[in-house]
C-alpha cells in the first residue's frame, strides 16, 4: 500500500515515504527526510530535511522532528515531543553549521511533552517517561524520568518495568512480566538472553 497524506498536509517533493506510511492533518514533511515504512505522524508534525526516520515509527501530535534526528525502527514519540538541535541558542547568533546529532535507537519509548536535549542517544528499547528532560545519554532497556533525567529502573522490550534496581550486580536477572523474557546484567549493561 502506497503512503498517503492528508489533504490539510504538505508533502514537499524529494521527500521519501516508505509503503503504508500515514501523514495526518496538519502536518508537513520537507523534500530532505527519509521515512521507512509503516509510519504514522499525527497531527500537526513537522519532519525536517536532515531527519532519517526508520519503519514502524508513531509520532503522535504536535512534534517536530528537526534537522540532525533519527528515529530508528520502531521508535514511539508521545505527543508534543521535543527535540533540539542546537546546544546554546541565540537568535542573533547563526549555529547551523554546529548541530549536534540525536539518535533514538530501536524501539525506544519517549513519553509525552518529553524532551531531548541534542547530542543524546536515547537507547535501543529504552522509556523516556513523560515530562522528563533527557541531557545526557540513555543506557539500552533503561527507565528514565524527572528533570533532569535519570535512570529510576528497566523495562523489557515489550514496555513491563523489570524486578532490576537500578544499580543491580553484574550476572542479576529478571524475566518480562508479559512475555517471560530474560534479561541480565552484564558490566552495568542490561542484554536480552537468546531464548
Known amino acids: 500500500m502506497q503512503a498517503w497524506a492528508h489533504d490539510t498536509a504538505i508533502v514537499d517533493a524529494g521527500a521519501q515515504l516508505g509503503e503504508d506510511t500515514k501523514v495526518w492533518h496538519f502536518s508537513h514533511v520537507c523534500a530532505g527526510a527519509r521515512v521507512g515504512e509503516r509510519c504514522s505522524f499525527g497531527q500537526n508534525v513537522f519532519i525536517a530535511n536532515d531527519v532519517v526516520i526508520g519503519h514502524n515509527v508513531k509520532i503522535q501530535n504536535n512534534v517536530s522532528v528537526y534537522d540532525a534526528v533519527t528515529l530508528e525502527d520502531d521508535v514511539f514519540c508521545g505527543p508534543s515531543v521535543v527535540f533540539t538541535n542546537v546546544h546554546n541558542p541565540r537568535a542573533a547568533v547563526p549555529r547551523k553549521a554546529e548541530y549536534r546529532r ?17 547530542g543524546a542517544t536515547v537507547g535501543a528499547w529504552a522509556f523516556v517517561g513523560a515530562g522528563a ?6 543506557p539500552d532497556f533503561a527507565l528514565v524520568t524527572g528533570v533532569p533525567a535519570r535512570q529510576t529502573g528497566w523495562m523489557s522490550r515489550h514496555g513491563e518495568k523489570l524486578a532490576l ?9 529478571a524475566a518480562c512480566p508479559a512475555t517471560g523474557e530474560r534479561y541480565r546484567l552484564v558490566a552495568g549493561r542490561l542484554t536480552l538472553q537468546a531464548g
Open 133 to 138: 528532560v533527557v541531557t545526557r545519554d540513555v
Open 102 to 118: 540525536t539518535t533514538i535507537r530501536r524501539g525506544a519509548t519517549l513519553g509525552a511533552n518529553a524532551t531531548i536535549v541534542c
Open 165 to 173: 534496581p537500578v544499580r543491580a550486580v553484574d550476572g542479576a536477572e
